[in-house]
Nanobody, 121 residues
């Protein structure tokens, strides 16, 4: 019943910006940690940025100073602001969230469908 709906991907020039959104919907009691992953052609999926419910963040070194992860708990939505984009940022970006659906249900990890980000010089 829970879905993560991503939006905001696209094609940009180097140095450009994009903002990715991930909206969780369905029967949700609480959303705990959330994160953005990416998988570039020929590379393994990597964690780009994560954020706790309280707003603590962490980033992979390659995006520090350029990307900002945030969340709006009232909207069950997470964002990734990507600035100063580089060709090496080209990847499919995936939303990830640890969600509890009810008091009697265990939490579970959910994934979005992935959205393509292409930075073309």
């Amino acid at each position: 019943q829970v879905q993560l709906v991503e939006s905001g991907g696209g094609l940009v020039q180097p140095g450009g910006s994009l903002r990715l959104s991930c909206a969780a919907s369905g029967n949700i009691l609480s959303i705990y940690d959330m994160g953005w992953y990416r998988q570039a052609p020929g590379k393994e999926r990597e964690l780009v940025a994560s954020i706790t419910r309280g707003g603590s963040t962490n980033y992979v070194d390659s995006v520090k100073g350029r990307f900002t992860i945030s969340r709006d708990n009232a909207k069950n939505t997470m964002y990734l602001q990507m600035n100063s984009l580089k060709p090496e940022d080209t990847a499919v970006y995936f939303c990830n969230a640890d969600i509890r659906r009810g008091l009697t249900l265990p939490n579970r990890i959910y994934w979005g469908q992935g959205t393509q980000v292409t930075v073309s010089s």
